[in-house]
């Protein structure tokens, strides 16, 4: 069950946080991901009713797409994927296919449950850790011991405790067993079953059933051993897969990207490409509702939330077949940044990017100080850059932030210790004669 409760109103301002402007798409995916939690609380009938409203994002690159729904995934603590279109072929060509999506996201609430897990199991995988460790440097007692011995024996082991836990035997080395080599899997898109032939046939030839090499480390380093050790002894893996496919079947969300790459423009001269349309076809089953196997398991799509977004310069999304649009009733449309945004965008976020520049820079000894005015400049510039050439929204600012401290990152070490500030000036002599040029701002910018 999804052990959510923050009202949509919450969900937009933690985002808020991240995020600057697109308050209409903050507010549909806020609203789709409430309505999640709202229908793990109807009754059995009901909730099989009850199924989620797919969104169509609709903007140009550099907006915030993307970043919306990996924030939102990353706080709620869901499975989450983002996949690329374009990268899909039609079954029966060369290439991934659809499946593949639900396979990677399978494998992705797995490692989630399992991080949940060892968390909640965190003392009894630290105790079995410090045993493991204290096994090795003080050999257990042989049978038939005496009382004094016994006595003994359990005051050396509190005191060999109370030292590790302070840190005091980090340096001593241990002989440990590294867990057994994995299986590989050849391609990524091989169905569970062939998976599955593929794994025994590597563990009869390739002995996977032996165990691993021993080898001496430090007890600091045979923690990080110990510890997946200690998970795989205390989890039970087949509860795991149900709580991931449970994860994956009430809470997973898919973000499908550059959807309007497999848009057929109403006046292309060819309709068939395996690439398009016949992914488009693909795609109905896994958004309708369907059952996909993996290798832990059938996993059904009917309650898993998919989001996708693209810019549709070329294409519009009613170019998509009428089947797939239908599939995305919640359609939003995310406005391009002007300079406004883009000077939020620089200084509002909890790590925006002037603090990342900042803490980069304060690694070499050098505190950098960007004047308001300056701000404002590269927000200027920055928007400029966007009109005159493709517009690439947030994504100018990275390049523009690199033109501007290209010359202090180089030559960091020489102002250790110092504090340098970056003015109007400073913005201008860097920026002006490129961003004048149009020639010049579509190859430097």
Do not use: C
């Not at 204290?134 to 038939?144: A, F, T």
């Not at 011991?145 to 001593?172: I, N, P, T, V, W």
């Not at 867990?179 to 794994?199: D, H, R, T």
């Not at 046939?201 to 050790?229: D, F, H, P």
């Amino acid at each position: 069950m999804i052990e959510q409760t923050l009202t949509p109103k919450e969900i937009v301002e933690y985002l808020d946080r991240y995020v600057i402007g697109q308050d209409k798409a903050k507010k549909t995916i806020a609203i789709a991901l409430r309505n999640r939690w709202r229908r793990m609380r109807l009754d059995e009938e009901m909730r099989r009713e009850v199924t989620p409203k797919n969104i169509l994002m609709i903007g140009s690159t550099g907006v915030g797409k993307t970043e919306i729904s990996r924030r939102l995934a990353r706080m709620m603590k869901l499975p989450f994927v983002k996949v690329e279109a374009s990268k899909f072929t039609e079954v029966g060509f060369v290439g991934r296919d659809v499946e593949s999506i639900i396979r990677d996201l399978t494998l992705i609430a797995l490692q989630l449950v399992r991080d949940e897990e060892n968390e909640k199991n965190q003392e009894k995988i630290e105790a079995y850790i410090e045993n493991k460790i204290i096994e090795k440097l003080l050999p257990p007692l042989p049978q038939g011991a005496s009382e004094q011995k016994r006595k003994e024996y359990d005051a050396s082991f509190a005191r060999m405790q109370e030292k590790l836990e302070r840190g005091e035997l980090d340096h001593l080395k241990i002989e440990v067993e590294l867990p057994p080599p994995s299986v590989e899997i050849v391609g990524g898109n091989v169905p569970p079953e062939m998976a599955n032939v593929q794994e025994s046939i590597a563990k009869v030839l390739g002995g996977i059933g032996k165990k691993g090499k021993k080898k001496e480390l430090s007890i600091k380093e045979a923690r990080k051993i110990l510890a997946t050790e200690a998970s795989q002894e205390l989890l039970d893996e087949e509860k795991l897969k149900e709580l991931a496919i449970e994860k994956v079947e009430q809470g997973g969300i898919v973000f499908i990207d550059e959807i309007d790459k497999i848009a057929v423009a109403s006046n292309a001269s060819s309709r068939q490409d395996p690439s398009k349309e016949g992914v488009q076809r693909d795609l109905l089953p896994i958004v309708e509702g369907s059952t996909v196997s993996t290798k832990i398991g059938q996993v059904r799509t009917d309650h898993i939330l998919f989001i996708s977004a693209g810019a549709f310069h070329i294409s519009k999304p009613s170019d998509l077949i009428p089947e797939l649009q239908g599939r995305f009733p919640l359609r939003v449309e995310l406005s391009s940044l002007d300079e406004d945004s883009l000077y939020r965008i620089l200084t509002e976020p909890k790590n925006s990017l002037i603090k990342q520049y900042q803490a980069l820079i304060r690694v070499e000894g050098v505190e950098l100080e960007f004047e308001e005015e300056a701000l404002h400049a590269i927000a200027k510039y920055s928007a400029l850059a966007n009109e005159k050439t493709e517009d690439i929204g947030a994504r100018r600012l990275h390049t523009v932030m690199e033109k501007i401290l290209e010359d202090l990152s180089f030559e960091a070490d020489e102002y250790k210790g110092q504090k340098v500030s970056i003015d109007v000036s400073h913005i201008e002599s860097k920026l002006e004669a490129l961003v004048e040029n149009e020639d010049t701002t579509r190859y430097i910018l």
